[in-house]
């Protein structure tokens, strides 16, 4: 990896945001003491119950930032093993938290998120609880070994992810929201000037058909920080010719959005995914599995007495 300069601050904070007044600092600095009392109530409410994992903003300030309540954000996210995505949640409401709108996804919504509010006193910050950080079709991911390679937060089982694992979910993160997250630049930048290994990198995002997003997103980054990547830093594509082509005319990481097109939803937005996945076939049986629970997320219920006599 190219040499990278001591820095008191992260290059990229400049770029995502204008710099901010006393007040707005103070500001910062109460917010984030909120969210840290609220993911030490997480740890403690969790306890020894599920293996969990705190990713994304609140994580990484906690972790990698040098100065964590600069790291902005709007809620706080769990991660956990899809076969405990419901008892999750099922723990976090024995525990006085209110999911939002539970009804509207009954069926898809470990394919997304649920969000749940924090009892009275704690902070008013939503928590969303991910299944994975993939939308629709999560790629295959061995959870258990990211949590076992994961630091305690506390003395229950939340963890942080390792530097590398958080590399490959910043990534795969911005893939899915199409390098549109700001953020998720700063964020690869504060975990590789932290030390992270690209190279372990690398063979993780093989291992679960992440390689494009990760080039993508690390190509986006160097664009904008030169020094902080060398060419060998950066990870072999894994696209024929033909999907090559297809992702020059989608996105380009040297210019701010990556994507050549608006943000999308819908059809338009799976045919984009589906041009960064590395694993086509289980990509559209992850699309199939989606379209089968927002067909019954859309079915009307049935009466609790319908088929009596």
Same mark, same amino acid.
């Given at each position: 990896?190219?040499?990278?300069? /001591?820095?008191?601050?992260?290059?990229?904070?400049?770029? *995502?945001?204008?710099?901010?007044?006393? %007040?707005?600092?103070?500001?910062?600095? =109460?917010?984030?003491?909120?969210?840290?009392?609220?993911?030490?109530?997480?740890?403690?409410?969790? @306890?020894?119950? &599920?293996?969990?994992?705190?990713?994304? @903003?609140?994580?990484?300030? &906690?972790?990698?930032?040098? /100065?964590?309540?600069?790291?902005?954000?709007?809620?706080?996210?769990?991660?956990?093993?899809?076969?405990?995505? &419901?008892?999750?949640?099922?723990?976090?409401?024995?525990?006085?938290? +209110?999911?939002?709108?539970?009804?509207?996804?009954?069926?898809?919504?470990?394919?997304?998120?649920? $969000?749940?509010?924090?009892?009275?006193?704690?902070?008013?910050?939503? *928590?969303?609880?991910?299944?994975?950080?993939?939308?629709?079709?999560?790629?295959?991911?061995?959870?258990?070994?990211?949590? +076992?390679?994961?630091?305690?937060?506390?003395?229950?089982?939340?963890?942080?992810?390792?530097?590398?694992?958080?590399?490959?979910?910043?990534?795969?993160?911005?893939?899915?929201?199409?390098?549109?997250?700001?953020?998720?630049? $700063?964020?690869?930048? =504060?975990?590789?000037?932290?030390?992270?290994?690209?190279? *372990?990198?690398? +063979?993780?995002?093989?291992?679960?058909?992440?390689? /494009?997003?990760?080039? &993508?997103?690390?190509?986006? %980054?160097?664009?904008?920080?030169?020094?902080?990547?060398? +060419?060998?830093?950066? #990870?072999? @594509?894994?696209?024929? $010719?033909?999907?090559?082509?297809?992702?020059?005319?989608?996105?380009?990481?040297?210019?701010?959005?990556?994507?050549?097109?608006?943000?999308?939803?819908?059809? =338009?937005?799976?045919?984009?995914?589906?041009?960064?996945?590395?694993?086509?076939?289980?990509?559209?049986?992850?699309? @199939?599995?989606?379209?089968?629970?927002?067909?019954?997320?859309?079915?009307?219920?049935? #009466?609790?007495?319908?088929?009596?006599?």
């Amino acid at each position: 990896m190219a040499a990278l300069p /001591t820095a008191p601050k992260l290059e990229l904070l400049s770029w *995502v945001r204008e710099p901010h007044t006393e %007040l707005q600092r103070h500001a910062e600095q =109460a917010l984030y003491l909120a969210r840290t009392h609220l993911v030490e109530q997480l740890d403690h409410s969790i @306890g020894m119950e &599920l293996p969990v994992l705190l990713v994304k @903003g609140a994580a990484l300030a &906690l972790s990698t930032y040098p /100065t964590p309540w600069e790291r902005a954000m709007s809620d706080v996210d769990l991660l956990v093993d899809s076969s405990r995505f &419901l008892a999750l949640i099922k723990l976090l409401k024995r525990k006085g938290y +209110e999911e939002v709108q539970p009804q509207v996804r009954e069926h898809s919504r470990s394919l997304l998120e649920a $969000v749940l509010l924090p009892p009275a006193p704690m902070p008013s910050i939503p *928590v969303e609880v991910h299944a994975s950080l993939d939308k629709v079709a999560p790629r295959r991911w061995p959870f258990y070994r990211l949590w +076992e390679r994961g630091e305690s937060v506390g003395n229950g089982l939340l963890r942080i992810p390792s530097l590398e694992d958080h590399v490959l979910l910043v990534a795969i993160h911005l893939a899915s929201d199409e390098f549109a997250h700001a953020w998720g630049l $700063v964020d690869l930048e =504060a975990l590789i000037r932290k030390g992270a290994d690209l190279k *372990v990198v690398e +063979e993780r995002a093989r291992m679960c058909g992440a390689s /494009t997003a990760l080039r &993508l997103a690390l190509m986006a %980054l160097k664009h904008r920080l030169p020094a902080i990547l060398s +060419e060998s830093d950066l #990870p072999h @594509g894994v696209a024929s $010719v033909a999907r090559a082509r297809l992702l020059s005319k989608l996105f380009d990481p040297s210019t701010w959005p990556v994507s050549k097109t608006k943000p999308s939803l819908g059809w =338009a937005w799976i045919a984009k995914q589906a041009a960064l996945r590395d694993d086509p076939l289980h990509f559209l049986e992850g699309v @199939g599995a989606y379209a089968l629970a927002r067909a019954l997320d859309r079915a009307p219920s049935r #009466p609790a007495h319908a088929g009596k006599r």
